[in-house]
Nanobody
Framework: VQLQASGGGLVQAGDSLRVPCVVS????????IGWFRQAPGQEREFVGA????YNQRAMKGRLTIFRDNAKNTVDLQMTSLKPEDTAVYYC???????????????????WGQGTLVTVSS
């Protein structure tokens, strides 16, 4: 399974940004796709995840995940961006079976390379 996140860059506070993650290989139906972020000097943290049955999930108020099962993509939509949203954003995948919490980072087997989002004030 390969994941490719793109679309990061420098944005202004208050802007919106949509970061796509393209997934290839494996069987997309059987994958749980998660989004994580890692700010400078911080631990990587869970943002949200979407399995096959969820086309859209709102996370953390300003962040929404859109899963397109026809295109094998899972996008992270961010609105009203703040400087504290500055981080490298990663998409990751694991099997959708099992009872592990979506937020359990150790359960994600496949990772994309990450894309840097910088929010200036």
């Amino acid at each position: 399974v390969q994941l490719q996140a793109s679309g990061g860059g420098l944005v202004q506070a208050g802007d919106s940004l949509r970061v796509p993650c393209v997934v290839s290989g494996g069987t997309f139906r059987n994958l749980l796709i998660g989004w994580f972020r890692q700010a400078p000097g911080q631990e990587r943290e869970f943002v949200g995840a979407a399995s096959w049955g969820y086309n859209q999930r709102a996370m953390k108020g300003r962040l929404t995940i859109f899963r397109d099962n026809a295109k094998n993509t899972v996008d992270l939509q961010m609105t009203s961006l703040k400087p504290e949203d500055t981080a490298v954003y990663y998409c990751a995948a694991r099997s959708s079976s099992g009872a592990a919490l979506y937020s359990d980072i150790s359960t994600y087997k496949y990772w994309g390379q990450g894309t840097l989002v910088t929010v200036s004030s």
